[in-house]
Every structure is written in structure tokens, then in C-alpha cells.
């Protein structure tokens, strides 16, 4: 299963390993400026949206600590670390459960992705538009009964658009 590996952490390998073939061969033919682009053009190719989002079977809530691992990576995200969620703190007795972003007042509005993961490793998406400092709101489970199976519930909201992960969170029932 791919793994996402952070954009600082590729662009260090690839300085590594560009230093590496350079004190080993005769040569790169290639100018300082001309490495300097070729490792930008690298590290925009391997930037937010450009490759697969957090995958949510991985990423796990915890919520003694209300944090999930692995952390969300928004370096490159607008808005950054910015994003606010909601989701009921105390455990949760039935569904539906009312799960809430905020978005920082400096983006533009965007449709996210809301990726949720049962205790038992099933996933559900729903999607809502989002607008700048307002809070967005969506209901999980959408259809269906009221009934929540026991245990914990990753919710990982990403953009609609570019796959983008911006913020987790998650509750029990």
C-alpha cells in the first residue's frame, strides 16, 4: 500500500542522492541552475494535490488524546494548520452525529470531502461546500438508521477538488 511521504523529506533524498551521483560520476552535465529547477519541478510534482490523499484506512483518532495519527500534513494547504473541526466529545450514544469545518478566513471558498472510518474499517465519503470563517456542517450517517456501531470514527476532510488532506478529527460511540 503507497505510503505519503512529506514534500521536505523527498526533497532531502533528492539532493542526497543528487550529491551522491555527482562525487561518484564523471559528471551531470548540468548547470547549478539548471539543478536548482530540476529539483523545484521535483518537489511541485510531489506537492499537496498531486499525489494520492492521507489514506483514511491508515489514519486512526484517538480520542483520549483527540488527535489522529499519522498527523495530517498540511504544509502547502491554504490555510495551513488553520482548519477547525467538530465532532461530539463525549462518546456517542446514537447516530446521527453532527460533524462541523471551519475554514481560515484567508481561503478561497472550496467543496471538501468528508472521508469517514468506522470501527469496523468500512470507509463513507459525503461532500459539502465550505466558505471562509463560516462553519460547514454535515450529518454522518446521511441515510439509514440511527444506530452507530461501538468504538471509534475517523473523519478526515480533504479537498474535493485535488484530494488535498486538510485537517482529521474523530469520535466514539
Avoid: K, N
Avoid at 7 to 22: F, I, S
Avoid at 101 to 109: A, K, R, S
Amino acid at each position: 500500500m503507497p505510503t505519503h511521504i512529506p514534500a521536505p523529506v523527498r526533497l532531502g533524498a533528492a539532493v542526497l542522492l543528487l550529491l551522491t551521483a555527482t562525487a561518484c560520476g564523471g559528471g551531470h552535465g548540468h548547470t547549478p541552475d539548471e539543478l536548482d529547477a530540476m529539483i523545484a519541478d521535483s518537489v511541485r510534482a510531489g506537492g499537496p494535490g498531486s499525489g494520492p490523499a492521507a489514506d483514511a484506512a491508515d489514519t486512526v483518532f484517538d480520542p483520549d488524546l483527540l488527535l489522529c495519527t499519522p498527523a495530517v500534513d498540511t504544509a502547502g494547504v491554504p490555510g495551513g494548520d488553520a482548519w477547525r473541526t467538530e465532532a461530539p466529545r463525549t462518546a456517542a450514544g446514537e447516530g446521527p452525529v453532527e460533524l462541523g469545518l471551519l475554514p481560515p478566513e484567508d481561503v478561497d471558498p472550496t467543496a471538501v470531502t468528508v472521508t469517514v472510518r468506522t470501527p469496523g474499517g468500512d470507509l463513507h465519503t459525503l461532500e459539502t461546500d465550505t466558505a471562509p470563517g463560516e462553519w460547514s456542517h454535515v450529518r454522518y450517517p446521511q441515510e439509514g438508521g440511527s444506530d452507530l456501531a461501538a468504538g471509534v470514527y475517523t473523519v478526515l476532510w480533504s479537498d474535493a477538488a485535488t484530494g488535498t488532506p486538510l485537517t482529521c478529527d474523530g469520535f466514539e460511540v
